[in-house]
């Protein structure tokens, strides 16, 4: 067989852990269950492997409860979440240079849309973004400050702690996009005060595409609208989109095999790094 050298493990990671290629294996012929939709054997055990998967993801980043965890699709997914769902008409924005076009992209959306204001700080010529410009750049209509941790483009890790000290001083919720540091650098919520916490769970997290997750810190949920509604397997003689976490913000049939995979990816990343 011809070797292939993989470089591209930024844009998602290869090859997997082999136990995250048997799990998704075994699912997808043995089980074949939708998550939360049913109450036989194997609809019951799928249910506890997403549980699980909650549970390490909530671990690995230090978050308060599993149900903090909101499953998306990928990155992209959860930046959307996060930044269509906090935002509100006349808001401002600050943010820096750095970003991925998924977070720049939705804030410009609501430009259009909403008219939110954006404040864009720099990065000097090591690719390091200054706290102090962020201090200066708040304003007393800021509502959130979006950060990248570590960025795609240089790899440099950003001061993301002191910067969301200075945004909560400001009176302004603080969004980490941790694409590329989940996996790859220690994240701990207890010590990181960010508000919503993103990042796919393709990359350093080792999981399958079309996963990704969103932390989302108790009370911020009050805050954060959720911008898809529809079933959830749960309370569903309301017409009403359940208030309960995670349930808020993840309507529509999870994508099981990808859940059942990150599980096995997150246990598998656990028994390493703890
Ligand atoms: C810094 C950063 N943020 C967000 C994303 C988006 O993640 P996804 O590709 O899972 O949507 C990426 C992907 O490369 C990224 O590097």
Known sequence: MTQRIYLDNAATSFPKPECVYDAVDRYNRESGCAVGRGISLESTRLQQTVLR?????AELIGAESPERIIFTSNGTDSLNLAIQGVLRPGDHVVT?????????????????????????????????????????????????????????????????????RAAHAAGAFVLIDAAQSAGHLPIDLHTLPADLLACPGHKGLLGPLGTGLLYVRP?????????????????????????????????GNHNAPGLVGLEAALQWLHERTV
């Open 53 to 57: 998967c909650r549970q390490l993801a």
């Open 96 to 164: 820096s240079r750095l970003e991925h076009n998924s977070v720049i992209r939705p804030l410009r959306e609501l430009e259009r849309r909403l008219g939110i204001e954006i404040s864009f700080v720099e990065a000097d010529g090591t690719g390091l973004v200054d706290p102090d410009d962020f201090r200066k750049a708040m304003r007393p209509n800021t509502r959130l400050v979006a950060l990248v941790h570590a960025s795609n483009v240089t790899g440099t890790i950003q001061p993301v702690q002191e910067i969301a």
């Open 219 to 251: 009370g911020i949920e009050h805050k954060l609208q959720s911008i898809r509604q529809g079933g959830t397997g749960s309370d569903s003689e309301s017409e009403f989109q359940p208030t309960t976490l995670p349930e808020k913000y993840e309507s």
